[in-house]
T-cell receptor, first 116, second 112 residues
Framework: GAVVSQHPSWVICKSGTSVKIECRSLDFQATTMFWYRQFPKQSLMLMAT?????????EQGVEKDKFLINHASLTLSTLTVTSAHPEDSSFYIC????????????FGPGTRLTVT | GQQLNQSPQSMFIQEGEDVSMNCTSSSIFNTWLWYKQDPGEGPVLLIALYKAGELTSNGRLTAQFGITRKDSFLNISASIPSDVGIYFCAGHSVATGNQFYFGTGTSLTVIP
């Protein structure tokens, strides 16, 4: 149980284009989903917290117009990186918290984004 | 945001040895979680702790919620090669809302 999927697992895009990453909770409903960014050999950096049906809460320093988050259902959240630049290249990971469980977060497998 | 101090930063051990790592915070937490991350993958939840002093095991892994509520410990007994990876702690406090704070990670290498 508590499986979270992410799609795509890796993506290469050209500078200036937009990329959408999907995060799905497969066997549970998630009222809250989190988006993280991780640089090589570093810890997870929280970008934003998204609650189903409401606007995402962004961490300080994260541009909400650049990283668009939509949490349209209890099993799906999307992160769109708009007008991507090479410095946006990173490993993006989502996590989900069950609507019926405790405070545990279950992570997706991550998406490797490379902007050329 | 706040980041938890995890130590050691890295460990190189022989297969069969026991491993200990810890995580400390300047704030009190209500929940501690321990995750393992393999290269290129998302973290996998190992153990969740909810009460101060709680000691919980998952196979060869044992984690403890510190009495002060500002620290947690993870032990791995009789390490095997597949234990290789990066271990992260995460702390949560109701006072800080839904957010978890993650540790800096401990990289474990097991030498066969």
């Amino acid at each position: 149980g508590a499986v979270v999927s992410q799609h795509p697992s890796w993506v290469i895009c050209k500078s200036g284009t937009s990329v959408k990453i999907e995060c799905r909770s497969l066997d549970f409903q998630a009222t809250t989903m989190f988006w993280y960014r991780q640089f090589p050999k570093q810890s997870l950096m929280l970008m934003a917290t998204s609650n189903e049906g409401s606007k995402a809460t962004y961490e300080q320093g994260v541009e909400k117009d650049k990283f668009l988050i939509n949490h349209a259902s209890l099993t799906l959240s999307t992160l769109t990186v708009t007008s991507a630049h090479p410095e946006d290249s990173s490993f993006y990971i989502c996590s989900a918290r069950s609507a019926s469980g405790g405070y545990e977060q279950y992570f997706g497998p991550g998406t490797r984004l490379t902007v050329t | 945001g706040q980041q938890l101090n995890q130590s050691p930063q890295s460990m190189f051990i022989q297969e069969g040895e026991d491993v200990s790592m810890n995580c400390t915070s300047s704030s009190i937490f209500n929940t501690w979680l321990w995750y393992k991350q393999d290269p290129g993958e998302g973290p996998v939840l190992l153990i969740a702790l909810y009460k101060a002093g709680e000691l919980t095991s998952n196979g060869r892994l044992t984690a403890q919620f510190g009495i002060t509520r500002k620290d947690s410990f993870l032990n791995i007994s009789a390490s095997i090669p597949s234990d290789v990876g990066i271990y992260f702690c995460a702390g949560h406090s109701v006072a800080t809302g839904n957010q978890f704070y993650f540790g800096t990670g401990t990289s474990l290498t097991v030498i066969p």
